[in-house]
């Protein structure tokens, strides 16, 4: 029996990258479903961020973190549920949080 996940894996990854897995662009191999369809969940650009007093989370809140080149970032997964990436930059370094 396949997992759910894998199934949810597997239909992201096709809607995300349909010609680098041998699909057609409207089709998907048998057996795949696409449950959202590209670009159903939108990224974040340009986050705001505040001070961690003034973010209001509860003290157990999970996050991601990031540091690069000595300064860091958190991401709450809270937001990256709903978005599950996040384009950023620190100094001339571009890249992407993803959840």
Do not use: C
Not at 4 to 25: E, H, M
Not at 79 to 98: P, T
Request: zero cysteines; aromatic letters at 10%; hydrophobic letters at 45%.
């Amino acid at each position: 029996m396949t997992h759910p996940w894998n199934r949810i894996l597997s239909a992201t990854l096709l809607a995300a990258f349909p010609t680098f897995l041998g699909a057609a662009s409207e089709e998907l191999p048998p057996g795949v479903e696409q449950l959202l369809p590209r670009g159903g969940i939108p990224a974040v650009f340009e986050p705001k961020f505040v001070d961690a007093k003034t973010a209001k989370m509860d003290d157990d809140a999970w996050i991601l973190g990031v540091v690069i080149d000595g300064e860091a970032r958190a991401y709450s997964l809270n937001l990256l549920n709903r978005h599950e990436i996040v384009n950023d930059r620190i100094g001339d370094k571009s890249f992407a949080a993803v959840w």
